[in-house]
């Protein structure tokens, strides 16, 4: 059957069985012997990239966190603006799973699945970093409060303990929600499988799901449960994150702007990630006629309407150093624009602001490759962003005598670059195994479905 853009939920062919299609589209994915070609070259690469992030993870490890260009005042470098970076990258996920469902956003089943498994995968990134940066890995649970052999307790008062309980709560809701998402799903590749090992492995995942009138009932509200509990956490996590910043007392860092501003900004860099993912995905696992070219015109709608509210924060934000006549304020904006790291800034203006406009024109946000292009391009521009609010804060504060410029060093590279290894080799391991799809709810969804009652 040949894949195109139409949509199959529109006048399927006679005797054509329209689930049945959409089963075979998502099953044979991880049914077939041997994947397309491009998975086992984008694999590779993951796994080039993965060798590289544990290498130099293992070179830090052994000669401690000055192998990183961290250096005084710039003591948060590269760590920290990865950490910002992948935990916005996981924002997306929660938003087009718990709140586009509470909002009745059907066009979102389409998508969901992977967009909630980038968000887990995001998170193991991101949690990697702040473990590595407190220079002694080997002793992570001295930040949660367990009793231990050096009776200490965390610092209640602090952000970054607080990112500890946020995070880690963010990502069992996130698990939970994305299991109990692929349960019905689980249950079809079981009775599906043809072997031994598959069946018992899918049919363990799947909880003795067998489709019953009662277990739809409990499913679908232990969903809303769910999402209802998912969404505050949508606003929470990068608030969280940017507390980070906007309690301390750094010029560039004190603002209320922050929590809006990260948290718009992370759905932003989310989208884009998704779109990233999603315009390969179809193309390489024939899965054109689940994701349409009206899903990705939609999520390039969401990335143009998020780029607008970045760009008015950063516009903001001179705006208040300036009412405030705070010298310091001033100091460090224009500075942010025009001094050691002007490069930098005007390079997250480029992609996060001036790119994402061409989206107002149909036929961009309407062409996969403009999409892809756009996608990359603001992934790159929301990394910038977090490298310039912490750098150039930090690199000069009050004190002209303790000014730096904080470069990074070989191994910053490949600890960054290592890190998306680490995400895509997840990432293309998920594609083959699980279920990249909702089938359950594409199909409740489809104009059958509708018909017959399922939803």
């Known amino acids: 059957m040949a894949i195109s853009d139409v949509n199959p939920f529109e006048a399927p062919p006679a005797g054509d069985n329209m689930f049945a299609r959409i089963t075979d589209n998502v099953t044979r994915i991880a049914e077939t012997a041997t994947p397309p070609r491009a998975w086992y070259i984008a694999f590779g690469f993951a796994q080039l990239l993965l060798l590289m992030f544990l290498g130099s993870l293992g070179y830090v490890i052994w000669n401690g966190i000055g192998a990183w260009g961290n250096m005084m005042p710039v003591a948060w470098g590269f760590p920290i603006v990865n950490f910002v970076f992948w935990i916005g990258i996981g924002h997306a996920g929660t938003l087009i799973s718990a709140v586009l469902f ?203 309407a998020t780029g607008l509210i970045v760009g008015y924060a950063y516009g903001m934000e001179f705006f208040v150093a300036w009412y405030s006549g705070n010298k310091y304020e001033v100091f460090t904006f224009v500075n942010r624009a025009f001094g050691p790291y002007g490069w930098a800034y005007w390079t997250m203006i480029s992609c996060n602001v001036l790119f994402p406009q061409l989206h107002w024109f149909p036929q961009v946000r309407r062409n996969p490759w403009a999409t892809l292009i756009i996608g990359l391009i603001v992934n790159v521009g929301m990394w910038f962003e977090r490298f310039v609010i912490i750098c150039t804060s930090l690199s000069r504060d009050f004190l002209p005598s303790s000014w730096g410029y904080f470069v990074p060093t070989p191994v910053d590279l490949m600890t960054l670059g290592g890190s998306f290894g680490l995400f895509f080799t997840l990432f293309l391991l998920f594609c083959r195994y699980l279920p990249m799809v909702a089938m359950s709810e594409v199909k409740a969804f489809s104009p059958a479905g509708l018909a017959h009652g399922d939803h």
């Open 102 to 304: 509470l909002f009745r956003q059907n066009w979102r089943t389409a998508i969901n699945r992977f967009a909630e498994a980038m968000t887990i995968f995001a998170v193991v990134c991101a949690g990697i970093f702040p473990g590595m940066h407190i220079g002694r890995p080997w002793l992570p649970y001295y930040m949660f409060p367990i009793p231990n052999q050096m009776d200490m307790w965390p610092q209640f008062r602090s952000p970054l303990e607080w990112d500890v309980f946020a995070v880690s709560t963010y990502a069992t809701v996130s698990i939970l929600f994305w299991y109990m998402g692929m349960i019905p799903d689980f249950a079809t590749f079981r009775d599906r499988a043809t072997t031994t090992v598959r069946r018992v492995a899918y049919g363990i995942v799947a909880m003795g799901w067998r489709g019953s009138s009662r277990q739809w009932h409990v499913y679908e509200r232990a969903y809303l449960i769910l999402a209802a509990l998912a969404t505050p956490l949508v606003l929470s996590v990068h608030s969280v994150v940017s507390f980070d910043f906007a309690t301390a007392q750094l010029p560039g860092w004190h603002t209320t702007i922050f929590p809006p501003y990260f948290v718009a900004g992370a759905i932003f860099g989310g989208f884009a990630m998704v779109v990233t993912l999603a315009v390969p995905a179809r193309q390489f696992f024939g899965l054109k006629r689940i994701i349409t070219i009206r899903h990705l015109e939609l999520m390039n709608k969401v990335i143009m």
